[in-house]
């Protein structure tokens, strides 16, 4: 079932304009436009945006093809995917970590508790650092193992990598894994690394704005293998387009060639 008219609307009763899924194409190419922003009284709340709508839409459908019954996010900022992830698994439990080292981020976490509790989502948001104090908050917060995971805190890739061996050891052994940024913040090492460890690749998803990974076994899940595809397009396919932006940028640089060219003849006539 889509979320996100009722999740955008949970953030207006308290006070808070979204501006999401922008193309950075209407904002002069800025790359993390498509995330989610949070405004109040006319002023940007952070900068630690929330996932993109077409990121919720690929949430939609993962969980549509897997239902896991405990989450973890480690990232939560102002609290848009653990409550979009609260919505998407209400016979579940969703919690929630983050450093929230400033008071933006400590009411991001208060926010999310009480949107949680209005609206009877299913659904924690904590103070914690990872990698520390993975293993305490799921067995005080989760009561379990976790089987689905949403790895969004410090994007770098020694803290990626550390995240992931972190929730593994309070995880399902067919648990789920997603790391967001992989693509924008160059995660890619981190993703090697992490495939090392696993045993099989995270699986890169070029059709999420911020370039997403996934991890888990395709023949324990073979429904999330399929709803997963539609975010992957194949190599051969990205190659082309690669190529059509290369046609596209050199076709800018081939129009003002010609206009300098003419401008320099212009002057050379006149002098
Ligand atoms: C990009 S934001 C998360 C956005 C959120 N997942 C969403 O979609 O709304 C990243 C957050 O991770 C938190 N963070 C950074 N390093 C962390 C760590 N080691 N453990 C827990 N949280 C961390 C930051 O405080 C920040 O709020």
């Known amino acids: 079932m889509p979320i996100i008219g009722e999740l955008t609307e949970f953030y207006r009763q308290e006070g808070i304009e979204l501006c999401a899924g922008l193309a950075p194409i209407h904002v002069g190419g800025l790359p993390k436009a498509p995330f989610t922003w949070f405004f ?11 996932i993109a709508v077409q990121e919720v839409y690929f949430l939609e459908h993962v969980l549509a093809a897997y239902a896991p019954t405990r989450a973890l996010i ?34 991001g976490l208060a926010l ?7 609206h009877n989502l299913p659904v924690r948001a904590v103070q914690g650092t990872s990698p520390q104090d993975v293993a305490n908050i799921v067995d005080a917060e989760l009561g379990g193992l976790v089987d689905f995971a949403f790895i969004d805190g410090l994007h770098t890739n020694e803290q990626v990598v550390r995240d992931y061996i972190a929730v593994r050891a309070k995880a399902t052994p067919d648990a789920v894994y997603l790391f967001h940024d ?18 099989r690749m995270p699986r890169l998803l070029l059709g999420t704005p911020s370039g997403m990974a996934i991890l888990f076994d395709e023949q324990a899940h073979p429904a999330l293998a399929r709803a997963v595809a539609a ?20 076709r800018h640089f081939a129009r003002w060639r010609r206009s300098v060219k003419k401008r320099v003849n212009r002057m050379r006539e006149f002098f």
């Open 40 to 50: 109040r009284e006319g002023k940007s709340v952070t900068d630690n945006l929330g």
């Open 231 to 250: 975010f992957a397009p194949p190599e051969t396919a990205i190659r082309i387009v690669r190529q059509a932006a290369w046609d596209w940028r050199h």
């Open 112 to 118: 999310t508790n009480r949107i949680a509790t209005r």
């Open 182 to 199: 992989v693509v924008l913040f160059g995660l890619r090492s981190g993703m090697s690394e992490i495939g090392k460890l696993a045993g």
């Open 74 to 107: 480690i990232g939560n900022s102002m609290g848009w995917s653990t409550l979009a992830l609260g919505l998407l698994m209400p016979k579940g439990m969703v919690v929630a970590m983050d450093t929230a080292p400033d008071p933006a981020m400590r009411e």
